[in-house]
């Protein structure tokens, strides 16, 4: 059997020989994104997030420049120094070695105070479970050598999922490289997830991933 026709290992197989990641984050390069809602559905789809909740969310801006659209995907920022962790009285936000930020839902109790702290508006209440929840960049995946659903998903590679805490990385690298700034930067809460082709105007014209009141979600509920 040629090298060539050999099974190819699962990504799982090579965990041994990963490096254990320092600061994991997300690049979103808007140049890219074409509002086409994937991440959002496969978000949805691999965590059976419940109706009228997101982990990720695409917005459509009107330009204030001409008359067409700009696209933004929002979530969880995993703020270096989010304001969440330190709001829930229950310690059941927790920063993890990897630097994302996570739910320990079996600590929740429910009492909201992360989603009034958070400035990205990325929490939200699941209905079925009665917990907080917002994106882990998928966590179960990411330990087993996969990419966030979303990441996979995305057909023009606006999202690129990695190791920000590594100036080598090809995240690194691409946050260089294309001048990636976080949102609402004035919150200083330090966020591991960047854009490339941030506008200043964008942050005046959204509140965050979850629907504002009076706010028509019903694309992403098919």
Sequence with gaps: MTDQNKPQPLPWENLSDAKPMKQVGMIIDLRRCVGCHACAVACKTEHEVALGGFRIRTHYLDRPDRPTFR????????????????????????????????????????????????????????????????????????????????????????????????????????????????????????????YIGHEKWMEEKVKGVQLAPGENGVIYEQ
């Design 71 to 194: 696209f933004l995907p929002m979530m969880c920022m995993h703020c270096q120094d989010a304001p969440c962790i330190p709001a829930c009285p229950q310690e059941a936000i927790q920063r993890l070695p990897d630097g994302r930020v996570d739910i320990n839902k079996g600590d929740c109790l429910t009492n909201r105070d992360c989603i009034k702290a958070c400035p990205y508006d990325a929490i939200h209440i699941d209905p079925q479970t009665e917990r907080a929840d917002k994106c882990n960049l998928c966590q179960q995946r990411t330990e087993v050598g996969l990419q966030p659903a979303c990441v996979e998903a995305c057909p023009t590679e606006a999202l690129k999922f990695g190791d920000i805490g590594d100036a080598g990385s090809e995240v690194a690298v691409l946050a260089v490289k294309g001048e990636a700034k976080p949102f609402r930067a004035e919150k200083n809460t330090k966020p591991s997830v960047l």
